[in-house]
């Protein structure tokens, strides 16, 4: 539980600092009036990229402890800063720097506690997803005094730095928010090395000694030893001379990894659709969640009521809803038959359908209401999705396994900001887009092989 707390602070960062980013979007490009706004959303997508790939294949090659303690620290320090910043171009790049940080949460936190977990509670995986949802809750009421009071108004002729001081004391909320999370992770928990990951590098005494001290921190006595790792693992034993360790210090900078995903036929499908939907959904949620408030602010004010306090008001009430819907996946992902698959398909499927309905509303109230519906089946969706994905990938090659997810999410959440770019926000094509990919990635989940209900990862 202790370790559901802090790993809880990973999850809430992945969609901290992406919100935090859609929510400062609109009183940066007044401020600053780039001539293609866009292009902070771009430069937070690049910055995911890159910590995904850095983070979730190194937590394979050099383990979870200093991943885990190092991307909360990073996105901290880099956030801090940019409250400072002076003109567009260095917004951007903060923004890079601090989302290479968030990048990693992911692929390592979710690999972390699911090699700690018992079968019997992989279920809380998914409820981790409720950090996620709190996330989005915090920055959204702390958004709303400070953007919808201290920013230039979407229709002023003018924006100058004093009048649009808001997102400035809102970066330094979030960043001292994220450096808390910092100091309790590195200074207030101990966190020991996986003792799955350990047994995949051959440190069989590690792993009997992690084993033996979670036992002694849960009240309880553990029997495993050395002699009954190396009993299961006669025939395969790696060897523990120098030409040994020699050679699993070089195969960690080939594609081992990579192609144990790739094993056999069946596990080559899993990784292969399980890529695809994350990319899928890589695209559609940016393309319509990163401008939601920009969407808000103007269509708003099409609407008659696009003042900034008006849209920061109703990114907190759509926030509140993804609570409920995140909870909601923690059950439905239990019920026989259904399970994670079930839950998964449904709920992306949907969606993708309530992005359609939103292009009905005809006031903001209505539009307001389908986001709200829209928030919660999209937080029912990332929480089975953060827990199915790590349950079907070998313990040895999980990180890379969820780093390869992560990348495909982000290469195509790039394109999100591309396509903003050169399309029309005020149109409905966006929004459009987004509910298609939604809809065909659930209808990929229906193809995915394993069902991980009822099992203990392997």
């Known amino acids: 539980?202790?370790?559901?707390?802090?790993?809880?602070?990973?999850?809430?960062?992945?969609?901290?600092?992406?919100?935090?980013?859609?929510?400062?979007?609109?009183?940066?490009?007044?401020?600053?009036?780039p001539s293609k706004p866009p292009l902070l959303?771009?430069?937070?997508?690049?910055?995911l990229l890159v910590g995904a790939l850095f983070w979730g294949f190194g937590c394979d090659i050099f383990g979870r402890r200093w991943a885990f303690?190092?991307?909360?620290?990073?996105?901290?320090?880099?956030?801090?800063?940019?409250?400072?910043?002076?003109?567009?171009?260095?917004?951007?790049?903060?923004?890079?720097?601090?989302?290479?940080?968030?990048?990693?949460?992911?692929?390592?936190?979710?690999a972390i506690y699911l090699e700690f977990l018992p079968g019997t509670h992989q279920y809380l995986l998914t409820v981790l997803s409720v950090f996620w949802a709190f996330a989005q809750l915090i920055a959204t009421l702390v958004?709303?005094?400070?953007?919808?009071?201290?920013?230039?108004?979407?229709?002023?002729?003018?924006?100058?730095?004093?009048e649009n001081m808001g997102w400035r004391y809102f970066m330094i909320c979030m960043g001292g928010l994220a450096?808390?999370?910092?100091?309790?992770?590195?200074?207030?928990?101990?966190?020991?090395?996986?003792?799955k990951y350990l047994m995949g590098r051959g440190r069989d005494e590690d792993a009997v000694r992690v084993v033996h001290e979670v036992a002694r921190r849960n009240g309880k006595t553990s029997s495993l030893t050395v002699a009954d790792l190396e009993a299961l693992n006669e025939q395969g034993q790696q060897g523990t001379d120098a030409a040994a360790a020699l050679?699993?210090?070089?195969?960690?900078?080939?594609?081992t990894h990579v192609r144990a995903l790739f094993a056999t036929p069946k596990l080559a499908w899993s990784t292969s659709i399980i890529i695809l939907i994350w990319a899928f959904i890589g695209l559609a949620f940016p393309l319509y969640n990163s401008f939601l408030p920009y969407i808000q602010a103007t269509r708003g004010a099409k609407f008659g009521d696009g003042s900034t306090y008006i849209t920061y008001r109703n990114s907190l009430i759509i926030a509140v809803l993804g609570i409920p819907g995140a909870l909601i996946g923690g059950v439905l992902v239990?019920?026989?038959?259904?399970?994670?698959?079930?839950?998964?398909?449904?709920?992306?499927?949907?969606?993708?359908v309530l992005l359609f309905a939103?292009?009905?509303?005809?006031?903001?109230?209505?539009?307001?209401?389908?986001?709200?519906?829209?928030?919660?089946m999209s937080n029912v969706m990332y929480a089975v999705l953060y827990a199915y994905t790590p349950e079907t990938f070998p313990t040895k090659d999980r990180g890379t396994g969820n780093a390869l997810t992560a990348t495909a999410n982000r290469v195509f959440g790039i394109m999100a900001p591309i396509i903003a770019i050169y399309a029309n926000l005020q149109t409905a094509a966006p929004v459009y887009v987004s509910g298609a990919l939604f809809i065909a990635a659930g209808v990929l989940v229906l193809l995915l092989p394993f069902e991980p209900r009822g099992k203990a990862s392997m």
């Open 358 to 376: 939103s292009t009905t509303a005809v006031t903001s109230n209505a539009l307001l209401g389908w986001n709200c519906a829209w928030n919660f």
């Open 1 to 33: 539980w202790q370790l559901f707390g802090v790993i809880g602070f990973g999850w809430a960062s992945d969609n901290l600092w992406p919100i935090v980013t859609s929510l400062i979007f609109t009183p940066v490009t007044n401020e600053f009036t």
């Open 69 to 110: 303690n190092l991307t909360i620290g990073i996105t901290s320090v880099f956030g801090l800063i940019a409250a400072g910043s002076p003109n567009f171009a260095a917004i951007a790049i903060f923004d890079a720097l601090w989302s290479v940080g968030v990048g990693g949460n992911l692929p390592v936190d979710s």
């Open 179 to 195: 450096m808390i999370m910092f100091i309790l992770r590195f200074f207030c928990f101990t966190l020991y090395e996986s003792p």
């Open 41 to 47: 959303t771009l430069s937070q997508n690049i910055g």
């Open 143 to 162: 958004a709303w005094p400070l953007l919808g009071n201290m920013t230039c108004q979407q229709t002023a002729a003018k924006c100058t730095r004093s």
């Open 247 to 255: 050679k699993r210090k070089l195969e960690k900078l080939n594609f």
């Open 334 to 352: 239990e019920i026989p038959r259904f399970g994670r698959k079930g839950a998964l398909a449904v709920s992306t499927a949907l969606t993708g």
